[in-house]
C-alpha cells in the first residue's frame, strides 16, 4: 500500500492545481499557433495542423501506456520524470527548424504530458475519504483553467512574439515545476508489484470485474458525447446563416465555461457530505435540461444567443460536475489500483467524447441545430436510466 501523509496542505493541493492546468494546457496552446507556423515555416494550413494531431495523439498514447505506471512507481520521481521530459520536449518544439522535427517534438509532448491523470489518483491517496470530492474538484478546476487559458495564452505570446515564443515559455515553467515538485511533493511508495504488462491490461480487467467503474464510465461517455456533440457543432450554427458570425464567437462563448472552475470544488464538498450518486442525479438532470434550453438557440437573434450561453453554461457545469462525483466513485473502489482505474476511465471517457463529435456532425447534416439538442437529451436521458437502475453490489474482498 502507498505510504501516505495524513493530510495533503492546501498549499500542495495548489501546486499540484496548478501541474495539472499547465500539463492539460500543453495539448490544447498548440491549436491556437497553427497559422503561425504555417507562416513561419511556409507550409499549408493542413500541414501546420499535424502539430495538434501529434501531440492529441501522444497525449492518448500516454494514457494508456504511462499512466497505469502510478501503481507501480513511486508518485516523485514517475511525476518529475514525465515533467522533466515534457519540458524538454516543448524546448525542443520551440527550436524545432523543420515541420517533421516540430511534430515529433509535439508528439513527445504529448505522451509525456500526462500529469493531470497521474496527480489525481496520488492526491486521492494523500486524503481521507471525507475530503477525496473536494481534492478531485479542485485539481479538475485547474485542469479546466489550464484548457480554456491555454488557447488565449499562447495565442497573444505568439502574435506578439512568434509561433515559438509559446513551447519555449511553456518548456521553461514546466521544467521549474518538476524542479519545484521534485523538493515539495511526498514521498510514496509502489502500490502494485505487478510486470508491467499486466498493469496494461489491468484496465480492461478492472472494467469486467468492478460494476461501480463501468457505471461511472457509461455516465462520463454518454455525458461526454452530448458535450463534444454540441461543441462541435457550435461553430457550424454560429457561423451559418442564424447567426453569420465570425469563428471567434465560438472562443468567446467557450469562455463562459471558465464558471466550471468555481463550480467542480463546490461539487467536490457536496460529494464528500452527501456521497457521489446524488451529485449525479442532478447532474444528469442538468443535462437534459441544458439540452431544452440549447434548443432555443436555435431561433438565432438576442433570444438564441442567451439560450445557447445559459445553455452552454448548465451543461459543462452539469459534465465537469459530474466528473468529480465519478471520479470520487472510482478512486474509493481499488487504493492499490487507483491510476489502471483512472486509465480505464477517462480512455471510456474520451472514446464517448469521439463518438459525439462524429455523430454530432452528422445528425447536424440530417436535422439541423434540434436534432443535435435531441441527441444531448437522449443521451442524458439514457444516462438517468441507468442512474435509477439498481447497480449490483460489488464482490466484497
Not at 509525456?112 to 491523470?117: H, N, Q
Not at 514546466?174 to 523538493?183: E, M, T, Y
Not at 459525439?356 to 456532425?361: D, F, I, K, Q, R
Request: glycine share 12%; aromatic share 6%; charged share 10%.
Amino acid at each position: 500500500m502507498t505510504e501516505t501523509a495524513p493530510e495533503l496542505s492546501r498549499r500542495m493541493l495548489l501546486l499540484l492545481a496548478v501541474t495539472c492546468a499547465v500539463a492539460v494546457g500543453t495539448v490544447y496552446f498548440p491549436q491556437a499557433i497553427s497559422p503561425l507556423v504555417a507562416t513561419a515555416l511556409h507550409v499549408s494550413a493542413d500541414s501546420a495542423s499535424l502539430t495538434v494531431t501529434a501531440t492529441q495523439i501522444g497525449y492518448t498514447a500516454g494514457m494508456f501506456l504511462l499512466v497505469p505506471l502510478g501503481d507501480r512507481l513511486p508518485h516523485r520521481p514517475f511525476l518529475v520524470t514525465l515533467l522533466a521530459l515534457t519540458g524538454l520536449g516543448l524546448l525542443a518544439a520551440g527550436c524545432a527548424p523543420t515541420l517533421p522535427l516540430l511534430v515529433a517534438a509535439g508528439l513527445l509532448v504529448g505522451t509525456t504530458t500526462v500529469a493531470a491523470p497521474v496527480i489525481g489518483p496520488l492526491a486521492a491517496g494523500l486524503v481521507a475519504g471525507d475530503r477525496r470530492g473536494e481534492v478531485t474538484g479542485t485539481l479538475l478546476s485547474g485542469s479546466i483553467g489550464g484548457m480554456l487559458l491555454a488557447r488565449t495564452f499562447s495565442g497573444a505570446l505568439g502574435e506578439w512574439l512568434g509561433w515559438r515564443a509559446p513551447y519555449l515559455v511553456a518548456g521553461v515553467v514546466v521544467l521549474l515545476l518538476a524542479a519545484v515538485l521534485a523538493c515539495t511533493l511526498p514521498r510514496t511508495s509502489a502500490s502494485s508489484r505487478e510486470p508491467y504488462r499486466v498493469l496494461l491490461t489491468g484496465s480492461l480487467r478492472l472494467l469486467r470485474t468492478e460494476p461501480e467503474l463501468r457505471r461511472s464510465c457509461c455516465y462520463q461517455a454518454t455525458v461526454f458525447a452530448g458535450f463534444s456533440a454540441v461543441w462541435t457543432c457550435l461553430a457550424l450554427l454560429l457561423t451559418g446563416p442564424a447567426y453569420d458570425f465570425g469563428s471567434q464567437a465560438v472562443g468567446m462563448l467557450a469562455l463562459v465555461g471558465a464558471a466550471t472552475m468555481l463550480c467542480t470544488p463546490l461539487a467536490g464538498r457536496l460529494v464528500d457530505r452527501k456521497g457521489p450518486d446524488p451529485v449525479n442525479l442532478v447532474c444528469l438532470l442538468g443535462v437534459v435540461l441544458a439540452a431544452a434550453v440549447l434548443a432555443a438557440g436555435g431561433s438565432g437573434g438576442a433570444v438564441g444567443l442567451t439560450a445557447l450561453t445559459v445553455g452552454t453554461l448548465l451543461l459543462d457545469v452539469a459534465m465537469q460536475c459530474g466528473m468529480v462525483a465519478n471520479l470520487a466513485r472510482v478512486f474509493s473502489l481499488r487504493p492499490d489500483a487507483r491510476s489502471r482505474l483512472n486509465t480505464a476511465y477517462m480512455t471510456c471517457a474520451y472514446l464517448g467524447g469521439s463518438a459525439g463529435s462524429w455523430l454530432g456532425v452528422r445528425v447536424y447534416g440530417r436535422a439541423g441545430w434540434w436534432g443535435v439538442c435531441v441527441l444531448v437529451a437522449a443521451l442524458g436521458a439514457s444516462a438517468l436510466a441507468r442512474h435509477l437502475v439498481p447497480c449490483p453490489r460489488p464482490v466484497a474482498r
